[in-house]
């Protein structure tokens, strides 16, 4: 149900309490629909925040007047954390919308996407961040983007319980990196790696594996199994969610996003790029091919330039998906897993085409950059062993990249004309 509360009431019942505003241990803005007109809101709060429900007030700017929505919760696996959640709805487009969770907390605000490409729009990509270093976030704000697009490999925390914390590092990195000064959220998309599952053969002392029956008391008082996205489902909403890690989001009839699992979540292991995926992928592709703008996103790179090209999950990506891009229409593909900069040539049919597909990554949004064993293949046309992101900035007929690293150095540039 949502409520108006009036300005003045407002102030009288803010009156009544005293101190600093209540301000959440984490927010993260994401979309599971449409982001011209809705907008999904977590925010954590802890036990030292006492009982607070899932009540948040949001106004449109310019507006005086409160409206007040009650969202659901449900615990942070491993934690004493509750995850609240609201999914506002009937939006207006390109509008800036304040909020803030109930009348003692601190106010922020987020802006919708527009419905068309009137006015540039601009994303800025990576992958394989980290629970601690957040340099290349701040490096993102610069570019005002309108959200960020992360690939996987999130905060590292390998599904593992006792890891929890790091979650909260890559949390607080984005409360303090990824909120402008005057208050602006900018939403985050996700993609699921592999490090977001837990692994048994992980569950190691002194570089030996556990016993078997320790191993089988570890799973069951946990609630773990081999390959389980431990907190993946829980800390993110996601498009189409309805347990896989994959889904596809519209921008008005100009862009769409397509969140893909390499590998990642899937029984058996190791087996989810074919099968259910690739037909989902075939219809969505399909039904999109005549719009502008399209991006898939996913973990492991088809063409990498670090480990071997002829790796399980990345052959398997050739050989299902990289026919289908080709086929509707893709240009670019954001590629991450192998901590690296590089930039392909175009390809089609596996060799360098002018009409060809550029693979962009391959992620060090936040890890160590790696030495690239596999940059001097046939298909790099520029590699970097360096932390970057890629700022996407998108017209009706252009796809511009502007590729920047930590230290806000902008090393790299790629443009592409969509013709009509
Ligand atoms: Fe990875």
Redesign the pocket.
């Known amino acids: 149900m949502i409520m108006l509360v009036s300005c003045s009431q407002s102030r009288e019942l803010a009156g009544r309490t005293s101190g600093v505003p209540f301000d959440p241990a984490a927010i993260f803005l994401t979309w599971q629909h449409d982001p011209a007109t809705t907008m999904t809101i977590d925010w954590h709060t802890t036990p030292e925040d006492g009982q607070r429900g899932s009540e948040l007030h949001f106004r449109k700017d310019g507006e005086t007047d409160w409206k007040v929505t009650h969202g659901n919760w449900h615990g942070f696996p491993h934690s004493d954390r509750i995850i609240h959640r609201v999914d506002l709805r009937r939006l207006e487009p390109a509008t800036i919308y304040h909020f803030r969770f109930g009348e003692d907390s601190k106010e922020y605000h987020f802006r919708t996407m527009p419905l068309d490409l009137s006015d540039p729009v601009r994303f800025v990509t990576g992958?394989?961040t980290h629970h601690s270093r957040h340099e290349m976030s701040a490096v993102a704000m610069t570019y005002d983007p309108d959200f960020i697009l992360w690939g996987?490999?999130l905060a590292y925390a390998n599904g593992t319980p006792e890891r929890v914390e790091m979650w909260y590092g890559w949390f607080d990195g984005i409360k303090e990196n990824l909120i402008s000064e005057d208050g602006r959220v900018v939403p985050i998309l996700v993609a699921i790696?592999?490090?977001e599952l837990f692994g048994v053969r992980r569950l190691q002392r002194d570089g030996e594996a556990w016993p078997e029956e320790e191993i089988e008391a570890y799973l069951t008082e946990h609630n773990l199994w081999d390959g389980k996205a431990t907190f993946f489902f829980d800390l993110f909403a996601f498009p189409g969610r309805q347990e896989a890690a994959w889904g596809v989001l519209d921008f008005g009839d100009y862009m769409s996003l397509f969140l893909l699992d390499s590998d990642h979540n899937s029984v058996p292991l190791y087996q989810s790029v074919t099968g259910a995926q690739t037909g989902w992928l075939e219809a969505v592709l399909k039904e999109r091919q005549d719009r502008p703008h399209l991006f898939p996103i996913y973990?492991?790179p088809a063409y990498p330039s670090h480990r071997s090209f002829d790796g399980w999950t990345n052959t398997r990506i050739r050989e299902h998906w990289v026919p289908l891009f080709e086929k509707y229409g893709v240009r670019v593909a954001f590629e991450?897993?192998?901590?690296t900069y590089k930039r392909t040539h175009p390809i089609r049919e596996g060799k360098i085409s002018e009409d060809g597909i550029v693979y962009m990554g391959d992620?060090s949004w936040g890890r160590n950059p790696r030495s690239g064993e596999s940059s001097d293949q046939w298909y790099i046309n520029r590699f970097e062993s360096r932390i970057h992101g890629i700022v996407v900035t998108l017209t009706a007929d252009r796809q511009e990249y502007i590729m920047v690293d930590d230290t806000g150095e902008e090393f790299d540039s790629y443009t592409i004309t969509i013709s009509p």
């Open positions: 992958g394989d996987g490999d790696g592999n490090h973990h492991v991450n897993h192998d901590h992620g």
